[in-house]
């Protein structure tokens, strides 16, 4: 006690030596404290998050295991110098590397955590065979776009605890941004189709799609543009803004293609064979691999033919499979008809005179 009286003797720039003691105490303390908050106390949490299912924990561990040592430094300094009279521009510098320092830490851990959610997806999707490339471009411009916005937000913030008017700095540049979304409209909308294709996902790299009148696979889809091989051989090249906005068939997504067509026999079929076709044409399909029948009905009468309405199934999404198996089919058509004597009706017209 004695000691501590004797410090309040001596002073100097404004404050005691007693005071002078009280900062370093306080200094050291916080010090201990946030490095043994982070070898010790994070170490073990580490250990129980290993334990759990999820890494969710894991990572913010090692967001909190991951802040730099000026981080503590400032934070023992700015809280330890608080007690100390001091001159105002030196509490103006002390408070402004203060808030430097924290929004710094601030904008990290939050650009780690998105990142750790986007990094996630990006995985589920390369399980799912998503097209890893396009899948890493859009990454990494998110992650850009997040972290400029981020420090946007932290400067404003920074500049608003200064006792700054940022309410004229807002709204410059929101008219700035104003300004550059018309001068770029065209690419921001490419790069925002862009998006909605990766996040929608209507169709992926080596899908079979079909765009109005043309149709091709899937090669590569950019930021900007998507480009497709067509059936010609050539490579079309459209703009992702027009994909977004248009009608696209995806035959990759088909699990099986439904096949409905029509046969016509002559009004010469005895009443014996219209029963037996629909039989007929079952057994034909069932004998062809890949092909499911469902109905065979006698539904028409037209002016030169008896209709039949067919649907069949081709449990295949592959073009060559549904060729092979219709051709298949077509064929054993005409021979059991050819056998059982059915004539296929074509266009004709009978004339009858009358003497």
């Known amino acids: 006690m004695e000691f501590l009286e004797s ?3 001596f002073s100097l720039w404004g404050n005691t030596s007693y005071d002078y003691f009280i900062a370093a105490i306080i200094f050291i303390s916080l010090i201990v404290i946030l490095k043994t908050f982070q070898v010790i106390v994070l170490a073990r949490l580490h250990k129980l998050a ?33 007690i100390l ?39 589920k999707n390369k399980e799912e065979g998503e097209d890893n490339q396009h899948a890493d471009s859009v990454i990494k411009l998110l992650q850009v776009i997040v972290k400029v916005i981020l420090w946007v937000l932290g400067l404003v913030l920074i500049l608003s605890n200064l006792g ?71 490579q079309l090249i459209v703009s992702n803004q027009e994909l977004t906005s ?31 076709i629909p039989v007929m044409i079952e057994e034909i399909v069932a004998k062809v691999s890949l092909a499911t029948f469902n109905r065979c009905h006698f539904v028409e ?6 209709i039949f309405d067919i649907v069949i199934f081709i449990e295949s999404k592959e073009m060559p499979d549904y060729l092979k198996a219709r051709q298949e089919i077509n064929l054993e058509i005409f021979k059991k008809f050819a056998k059982a004597k059915i004539e296929f009706a074509y266009p004709t017209q009978t004339i009858h005179l009358q003497k």
């Open 7 to 9: 410090l309040k003797m």
């Open 50 to 82: 290993l334990r759990t299912k999820t890494d969710l924990d894991d990572m913010l561990i090692e967001v909190f295991k991951t802040i730099k040592p000026p981080f503590y430094f400032f934070i023992s300094v700015y809280f330890s110098i608080k």
């Open 85 to 123: 009279s001091v001159p105002d521009v030196f509490n103006k510098i002390l408070l402004i590397l203060f808030l430097v320092v924290i929004v710094f830490e601030i904008i990290q851990a939050i650009a780690r955590v998105l990142d750790y959610i986007m990094r996630k997806y990006l995985n």
């Open 164 to 234: 700054l008017d940022v309410t004229s700095l807002i709204a410059g540049m929101g008219i700035g941004g104003l300004a550059i979304a018309l001068a770029l409209q065209n690419v921001l909308s490419d790069l925002f189709s862009a998006f909605s294709i990766y996040i929608d996902k209507p169709f992926k790299a080596g899908d079979f799609i079909k765009l109005g009148t043309d149709s091709g696979t899937v090669e590569k889809i950019g930021m900007k543009t998507t480009r497709i091989r067509t059936l010609q051989g050539e």
């Open 246 to 276: 248009a009608r696209i068939q995806n035959f990759r997504r088909m699990n099986n293609r439904r096949v409905s067509f029509k046969l016509g026999v002559t009004y010469d079929t005895s009443a014996k064979n219209l029963e037996s």
């Open 301 to 306: 009468y037209d002016d030169s033919a008896l």
